[in-house]
């Protein structure tokens, strides 16, 4: 039998308490679902389904000697019910659990202690998670800014450097610096926005060369990790630098396309220019910044593929989620 018959555990409200946060609620039926053992949970005032207006009128009636859960089995699904009111007053609302068989006096009494206090203490986390992330935010932006201080100082640098080769390695690293400020700059997990900027600022960079970037986004990309979004972005900054520099020499113009192809479970960027291929004369983009990029995306569970003969498509392949054996060797 499947551990969710009716579905994932989810909330069934069809009305809400003023001035309780609907999304706690669901957060509150799903904690139950888990904490009880439950097939399917819910919490809400008024239910169409004839089995929970019958617990939710045994409870207003005063059916639960003084808090406690009640119990009825429902003929109709073949499932046992259990439901406790929300807070002392019936009236706030109802917190119920379903499943095939009975529940013991261990999971009744975790449904009671978390339909007494369980709203209290869901407002306390979301209390405490709303100043976790405005901390979280204050030193992102701090940190950007530090970011954006070490690459302008490289820049900087970089403009009175005698040898060319410290030169161009002095910009290298001041425009991974800059990614770094667009990747923590960027809404959380948006991949989308963050290639955005990305492709913005390399078109700024080849300035009147005649050479175009563009982006290409197919499907909605989900939100993903912050860490991998920071490294795909790192990885298209390089690859399509490295066509800005090496496929158009002794070209006035070209085009640099940069894609996005997302599903829910997959991501693909490629990279693709109209210059020079890597196996002809001026075409050949090897060196640092190629293992840059295999680097950092096998780093991530990523694949990285490098055009075949006469190409000049560059393709990345991530999950978007990360398995369980990923998380742990992270």
């Given at each position: ?297 096998a780093g991530v569970r990523g694949e990285f593929a490098v055009p075949p003969a006469r190409s000049k498509c560059f393709t990345i392949d991530m999950p978007v989620a990360l398995t369980t ?6």
């Amino acid at each position: 039998m499947s551990p969710h018959p009716h579905g994932p555990p989810s909330a069934s409200s069809l009305e809400i308490s003023a001035g309780i946060d609907e999304a706690g609620w669901g957060d509150l039926s799903r904690f139950a679902a888990r904490l009880c053992d439950a097939d399917a949970s819910g919490a809400g005032r008024v239910f169409a389904r004839p089995a929970l207006a019958r617990l939710a009128g045994r409870i207003a009636r005063g059916g639960t000697r003084g808090g406690e859960s009640v119990m009825i089995h429902d003929v109709a699904s073949d499932t046992h019910i259990a439901a406790a009111a929300l807070g002392r007053d019936p009236a706030v609302g109802l917190l119920w659990v379903e499943r095939r068989g009975r529940f013991d006096r261990g999971a009744l009494a975790r449904l009671r202690w978390l339909a007494a206090g369980g709203l209290d203490l869901f407002h306390v986390l979301d209390a405490e998670r709303e100043q976790a992330e405005l901390l979280l935010r204050e030193n992102r932006h701090r940190f950007a800014n530090d970011l954006h201080l070490v690459g302008s100082l490289l820049s900087h640098q970089a403009r009175f450097a005698d040898d060319p080769g410290a030169r161009d390695a002095l910009a290298n690293v001041a425009a991974r610096v800059m990614t770094l400020v667009r990747a923590r700059q960027m809404p959380d997990g948006d991949l989308a926005a963050g290639l955005r900027a990305c492709v913005v600022a390399l078109t700024a960079q080849v300035g009147g060369r005649g050479i175009t970037v563009g982006l290409r986004v197919e499907g909605e990309c989900p939100p993903i990790e912050e860490r991998r979004a920071t490294v795909l972005l790192i990885a298209v900054n390089e690859l399509a630098t490295n066509a800005i520099k090496h496929a158009f020499i002794g070209r006035g113009d070209g085009r640099v396309e940069v894609t996005l192809s997302a599903t829910a479970n997959h991501i693909r960027l490629t990279v693709e220019d109209d210059g020079a291929s890597l196996d002809t004369p001026g075409g050949g983009r090897v060196g640092s910044g190629l293992d840059l990029v295999r680097r950092l995306i096998a780093g991530v569970r990523g694949e990285f593929a490098v055009p075949p003969a006469r190409s000049k498509c560059f393709t990345i392949d991530m999950p978007v989620a990360l398995t369980t054996h990923d998380r742990r060797d992270r």
